[in-house]
């Protein structure tokens, strides 16, 4: 009896990131070939369940090769579970794999998600010193943005690695061929900006003919101007926003699994708003404006305000970005997501997270949260600064004062 095995020259994927960050180019065409090799595995009802950069290997001409399938199973033919967290390695697991749930395709598609993000960026989305913390990052925190770890990160890139590695299973990619469009879309797009940039590099000897043509004096007064394009960029890029986002916010997830924090789901948006409403760049559609457009629409005995109803105000008020969160609680540290989507879109334009210990850690929590969501719409790190007040220094230090006073809001209890 003979054992066959293909041999490969090239290396692992792992020992590629080990370097350093892939470039983006290089990372989208390793991340498409994962994506079309796992599309033909899934086609066949497999599922992988253990990709990570130590099973994928790069040939000395670019192809990608997915192996080790020892933990692969039929996916139509039994459920699957993880049992422990022997299955894999931890760092790529998705969050139902941690939890001990039964995986499906879905599985594959997060860790890809998590791959991508290490490509990209060097290192792994979720981190932590022991393997239960590592477990407790990937069920419960978001990772930090990609465009924050590397410059000239695409937004599509980040959209598209954010919905691989969203948690809740529904949520994210549930075909791997849908991100496979849309790696292949982001290429597309990308090599056609490449292309008009190379159109614009004057060819050689283009600034004598240039010269020759119009007349020496004329010709150095151009290249003058040419100089200080060149050399003062910057004076562009620092131009003051003519008219400020039209941005809202909406009730906050309680997901700590105790009511007695029920009141920070209307506690923290309401910050958050006051906030954000202290900015020359936002125009933030208040809870009252909000409480109008509901009995607009005929509801009433509105307490909180969904995702799908936050759309609806946002169409109806022509609003740009919707801020929507949760919270959750570990010990006395209490942690806080949000997520600011494109309207039109529904796509995730930025997510952030920030956490700290006991309830007046929301009051700095919301100023961190609000530079991210600054960020998201686009502002630079100088305006920021610029346009940065405590939120503290509005309000009141302590959360729980506030809290009393929120509750002259009466909008969440009747509208």
């Known amino acids: 009896m003979f054992i066959v095995m293909a041999c490969y020259e090239g290396e692992s994927l792992k020992q590629k990131i080990e370097r350093g960050p892939l470039k983006l180019d290089e990372a989208l065409d390793i991340a498409i070939q994962v994506a079309q090799g796992l599309a033909k595995a899934h086609e066949k009802g497999i599922v992988h369940r253990d990709i990570k950069p130590a099973n994928i290997h790069v040939t000395n001409n670019g192809v990608v090769k997915i192996l080790d399938f020892g933990l692969a199973k039929l996916g139509d033919r039994s459920k699957i579970t993880k049992e422990g967290t022997t299955l894999g390695t931890v760092a790529y697991m998705s969050p139902e794999q941690a939890r001990g749930e039964e995986v499906d395709f879905r599985t594959d598609i997060w860790s890809l998600g998590v791959v991508l993000y290490e490509m990209v960026t060097g290192q792994i989305p979720f981190k932590g010193a022991y393997e239960q913390a590592m477990v407790y990052s990937i069920i419960n925190e978001n990772p930090e943005p990609m465009t924050g770890l590397r410059t000239g990160v695409p937004m599509e890139l980040e959209r598209i690695t954010n919905k691989a590695l969203a948690k809740n299973v529904n949520e994210r990619y549930q075909h791997v061929d849908e991100m496979l469009t849309d790696l292949k879309n982001l290429r597309r ?14 060819e050689k000897g283009a600034k004598k003919k240039l010269i020759k043509r119009i007349g020496m004096p004329a010709g150095i007064l151009i290249l003058f101007a040419l100089l200080f394009l060149i050399f003062k960029p910057f004076s562009f890029g620092d131009a003051e926003i003519s008219d400020p986002t039209p941005i809202a916010v909406i009730s906050f997830e309680n997901q700590t699994g105790d009511e007695k924090y029920d009141h920070f789901q209307k506690v923290i948006p ?18 009252q404006r ?108 302590s959360i729980e004062a506030y809290s009393i006073v929120s509750q002259v809001f009466v909008f969440f209890a009747k509208v």
């Open 189 to 202: 797009d990308l090599d056609s900006s490449s292309s008009i940039q190379a159109t614009i590099v004057p």
């Open 270 to 287: 309401n910050l958050l708003i006051t906030k954000l409403e202290q900015s020359k760049y936002f125009r933030v559609t208040t809870w």
């Open 290 to 397: 909000m409480g109008d457009l509901i009995k607009q629409m005929g509801k009433m005995n509105v307490e909180k305000i969904d995702e799908e109803l936050g759309f609806e105000l946002c169409r109806l008020d022509s609003v740009d970005a919707l801020v929507l969160g949760s919270f959750t609680k570990l010990g006395d540290t209490f942690a806080t997501d949000v997520k600011v989507i494109d309207v039109k879109t529904k796509r995730i334009i930025k997510p952030a997270s920030s956490q700290g210990k006991g309830e007046d850690s929301f009051i700095q929590q919301i100023d961190d949260l609000s530079k991210a969501i600054a960020q998201g719409i686009g502002l630079s790190v100088r305006k920021i600064e610029e346009d940065q007040k405590s939120v503290a220094d509005v309000t009141t230090i």
